[in-house]
């Protein structure tokens, strides 16, 4: 600070005085009063913010100015004015470590020196007052200060800014640094080409860029399939995928880099690859034919039923997604994990289905709506990190490679979160199970990469000794970071292995300048020699290769953006109900609706829960909620196949009158049932088998036999074939008329006694002879005897006579 007090007039001297006694005043007369600024480092009260606006040029090349040009603003933030408010650009030396990519954006200064002589930008500066500021240097001078850029690399660039704040003296209040990426050195004068300064191209990176499209869930919650119009929980999407929305500026940015007009030679197109989101393609795939909107709180779980309005999306959804359609057919185009679902948790929920259906099952979802053969064999963590549990997962099933950042592994003496000797992570291919080979990226070119645009995120991956605060940094100095962290393995030529994975997040949220600043990096790279593209496809390849025996894991301690257990639990116990529903439905042939195709809405709600695109500290709260409606729903299906309770009674005339029954299916797809009758002893109830029982109502005749006569009650319920309990059983109260064996013994008695007298009677008459039983009985009338002795052939005793 010596230079700074050379420089001041009497006046500030004299006012400084001021300030000084003026504090003592306070420090005896109000002790609580905001500690002074400590010449040096900023203190622990901020006074003043420095902001970075603009960068020129953002990445230097031979044929770019040779004077780099900072411009931004500086803001009083604290709670008293600022005097002598002055800036001033300072230097590093070229980074020579990845880990120093973050480590030089944080910490102490002392490896950074004067580009500049300081710079007042304001003599003072009240509360809440900002001053603009613009800061220039050569890259390199022999006569006078610089950048000291005599090769080309990744330096970092710091603005410094002191200042004297009320009551107190002058320090360091608050510097800015971002890093300057130096492709090549321009010369020094216009006509000296012969000082220019190239890279080294013998040594080029083999470069492979992912390109994300995702998006975090947006379809509401305990929907079942074949449900018309889709709801979705908010119309942000719809944003999105507008013109200049985040979405869109993803997918322009790529059609724009890979166009021929662009890209002629294609080499671009070779290198990148589309990382896209199935449940987003889902989503918007179902937008093209109309939706509605949740009227409750934006981004929360609605249950069914809440009011909806139409959503304004669906045109912005069609083109979009037409457009994803044509890039996809040029380009290489992989799947994401679904909803991109921790796949830790997942493991921790052991449902082999529910697993298959993040991972194997998306591509051929990608397939289905892209019209495209996507990439497969690789499975992607550009969120997470890659876990001794997430391996376990992945080797149940197929072969595959997990690109995820180099240190995933904190026990892994090879591979660490602490920098080895060169400061370089360790991202050659490794095998760490006889199914699984991870393909590492530098965690500190994808944190930085993460860092850029909108919304900066901190990776779950990225270890405490390499995160900064980025918070603090502006749009610009992220963008720079971003930049330079590219490009530092293709200009530093000892860095090994000569390989590089570029890997954003998921929910990448860049500017347009952003994207197109980074692809435009990307091609740089490309033609001027320092990189070569290798696709997706030939790195899947490359570590499949690899032979060498497994190196498992060690166990994970990191708990940053972890599920709980219970989360994992009751995901494991409602998945589990609604596989043994599903096995029970069957096709709708009206509809062509599938059982699968039902509930297939429903396990995926269940991958959405344990999404990382939500921010770590929101994730439990947003997948209970989530997990809250989806188990309200899967009650609901299991409460919507019941029977239907006459609530009256019922009474048989005969022991073998059948039982009648009604049943309901309020499902959208017919469901195999079977009826469970606890009938009591003396009913025989006869087993009507498996009953499909279609939408609707289905009015049943059980067989029954009882052998009493009384009133009873029977509980009547319905089951899956596999022994599920479907709605609430119904009791219903029977009365029976039969007699049972008693009746039918007497009923026989009596029948033979019947006949045999009938029998002896007819025996009398054939004979001639009166029956015994006639013999009682009075003489019948005259003229009856003189008709029965006609009837029978016999003369009239009478007649004779005469």
Not at 29 to 46: N, V
Not at 98 to 118: H, I, M, N, V
Not at 302 to 327: D, K, S, V, Y
Not at 561 to 574: K, S
Request: proline share 9%; glycine share 8%; hydrophobic share 40%.
């Amino acid at each position: 600070m010596t230079a700074l007090r050379v420089r001041r007039t009497g006046l500030v001297r004299f006012a400084a005085g001021i300030g000084i006694v003026a504090a003592l005043v306070m420090a005896l007369t109000a002790p609580l009063a905001a500690p002074r600024a400590i010449a040096g480092e900023p203190g622990g009260t901020p006074f003043v913010q420095v902001r970075i606006d603009q960068v020129t040029p953002d990445v230097v090349t031979t044929s770019s100015d040779s004077v780099i040009t900072v411009s931004g603003m500086v803001t009083n933030v604290g709670d008293r004015p600022v005097h002598e408010v002055m800036v001033r650009l300072e230097h590093a030396a070229a980074i020579e470590s990845s880990a120093a990519l973050r480590t030089s954006l944080d910490g102490d200064t002392d490896q950074y020196q004067p580009a500049a002589e300081f710079l007042t930008v304001a003599p003072d500066l009240d509360r809440g007052q900002q001053v603009a500021f613009s800061l220039s240097a050569p890259l390199r001078s022999f006569t006078k200060p610089s950048l000291a850029v005599d090769r080309p690399g990744i330096f970092p660039v710091l603005v410094n800014v002191n200042g004297t704040p009320d009551y107190g003296a002058p320090a360091r209040l608050d510097d800015a640094r971002f890093l300057l990426p130096v492709v090549g050195v321009p010369p020094d004068e216009v006509d000296d080409f012969e000082s220019a300064v190239v890279p080294e191209t013998n040594k080029p990176v083999w470069i492979t860029m992912l390109w994300p499209l995702a998006d975090r869930p947006r379809l509401a919650p305990g929907v079942p399939g074949g449900t018309i119009p889709v709801r979705l929980v908010d119309d942000d999407l719809a944003n999105s995928l507008a013109t200049g929305g985040r979405l869109d500026i993803l997918l322009s940015a790529a059609e724009l880099a890979t166009s021929r007009e662009v890209d002629p030679g294609g080499t671009v197109s070779q290198a990148m690859c589309l990382a896209v989101d199935p449940d987003l393609l889902v989503t918007v795939n179902a937008m093209t034919g109309g939706y509605v909107v949740s009227d409750g709180p934006a981004g929360a779980a609605q249950l069914p039923g809440t009011p909806t309005h139409p959503g304004t999306g669906q045109a912005a959804a069609t083109m979009w997604l037409n457009r994803l359609r044509a890039l996809a057919h040029r380009m290489c185009v992989t799947p994401l994990p679904y909803a991109q679902a921790d796949l830790e948790a997942l493991q921790r929920v052991n449902d082999p289905g529910l697993s298959s259906s993040a991972t194997h099952g998306t591509a051929d979802i990608v397939d289905r709506i892209l019209d495209v053969a996507s990439v497969r064999g690789a499975t992607l963590f550009p969120d997470g990190p890659l876990t001794s549990r997430a391996v376990s997962l992945l080797s149940a099933t197929e072969d595959t490679v997990a690109i995820a950042a180099a240190d995933f592994d904190y026990h892994d003496a090879r591979i660490s979160s602490e920098p080895d000797a060169s400061g370089v992570a360790d991202t050659a291919p490794r095998r760490l199970s006889p199914q699984v080979v991870a393909a590492p990226f530098e965690p500190a070119v994808g944190a930085a990469l993460a860092a850029a645009g909108n919304r900066p995120i901190v990776p779950t991956y990225l270890d405490s000794k390499l995160s900064v605060p980025i918070a603090h940094d502006s749009a610009t100095a992220r963008r720079q970071d971003a930049l330079g962290a590219m490009l530092w393995r293709s200009l530093e030529p000892d860095a090994a292995p000569r390989t590089q994975i570029l890997a954003p997040p998921g929910s990448w949220d860049l500017q347009s300048d952003d994207a197109q600043l980074i692809l435009t990096a990307l091609a740089t790279t490309i033609r001027s020699g320092l990189a070569i593209p290798r696709p997706l496809p030939a790195v899947i390849a490359d570590a499949a290769t690899r032979s060498e025996p497994a190196e498992p894991l060690g166990a994970d301690t990191s708990t940053r953006g972890r599920f709980d257990d219970e989360i994992t639990e009751e995901i494991a116990g409602q998945v589990g109900r609604l596989w043994e529903l599903t096995s029970a439905l069957t096709t709708d042939e009206r509809t062509g609706l599938t059982g699968a195709q039902y509930t297939a809405p429903l396990r995926e709600d269940m991958l959405r829960a344990l999404s990382q695109s939500v921010p770590p500290g929101t994730r439990n709260g947003l997948a209970e909620q989530r997990l809250t409606v989806v188990g309200k729903t899967i009650n609901d299906l299991f409460g919507a196949v019941t029977i239907v309770n006459p609530g009256g009674s019922y009474t048989l005339a005969t022991e073998h009158s059948p039982l009648p029954l009604a049943l309901h299916n309020g499902l959208a797809v017919p469901i195999r049932v079977r009826l469970q009758v606890d009938a009591p002893p003396g009913m025989t109830v006869t087993d009507v088998g498996l009953i499909v029982l279609p939408p609707g109502y289905l009015p049943l005749r059980v067989p029954i036999e009882v052998n009493f006569t009384q009133r009873v009650a029977i509980d009547v319920s319905l089951r899956t074939p596999d022994g599920m309990e479907l709605g609430e059983p119904a009791r219903l109260s029977v009365h029976s008329n039969a007699y049972g064996k008693v009746l039918f013994a007497i009923t026989l008695t009596a029948a033979a006694v019947l006949v045999a007298l009938a029998g002896r009677r007819l025996w009398h008459r054939f004979r001639g002879q009166p029956d015994r039983a006639d013999l009682d009985r009075p003489e019948p009338p005259h003229t009856s005897r003189h008709a029965l002795q006609r009837r029978r052939g016999q003369p009239d005793r009478e007649e004779h006579r005469v």
